[in-house]
């Protein structure tokens, strides 16, 4: 349904599903790790995620926080990893290739919002960072 790659085109993958939700975390570490103010991203489960290719250039850094963040070692484009060890991988929004078309839209992590950017319109904000269960959630109908 969806392919990615990243910007030099060394890792390229696909997703098997629809994609109804996505999120902007505004969160201190999501903001240092895309480089812009909020992180625009969503999830989707492992099992309809698929590398169609990553050509060894995949390096991945483990947050103090437990996440990770994974990267293109060619041109250091965000790219996607999986979420602790759950079940679901983290997808930057920027590296899809299609045309996507929401139907929702998450804010997290509003307290630690910059005031240099504006606040996605969303039918969902949170102060911070919701428990693994609630944001799986909202999730779980994308699959």
Not at 31 to 57: D, Y
Not at 69 to 88: A, E, H, I, L, W
Not at 124 to 137: G, I, R
């Amino acid at each position: 349904m969806y392919t990615g790659r990243c910007l030099c085109g060394q890792v390229n993958f696909s997703i098997q599903q629809k994609i109804h939700t996505i999120y902007h975390c505004h969160c201190s570490l999501c903001r240092k790790q895309s480089g812009t103010g909020a992180n625009a991203a969503t999830l989707v489960l492992q099992q309809n995620f698929n590398w169609e290719s990553a050509k060894n250039t995949v390096h991945t850094y483990k947050k103090d926080s437990g996440f990770t963040s994974s990267f293109c070692t060619q041109c250091g484009s965000p790219v996607p990893n999986q979420v602790g060890k759950t079940d679901y991988m983290w997808i930057p929004l920027g590296l899809l290739e299609n045309n996507l078309q929401p139907e929702r839209r998450l804010n997290f992590c509003l307290q630690s919002k910059t005031a240099w950017i504006p606040t996605l319109v969303a039918d969902q904000d949170y102060a911070e960072l919701p428990e693994w269960t609630v944001l799986a959630s909202h999730f779980q109908s994308d699959s």
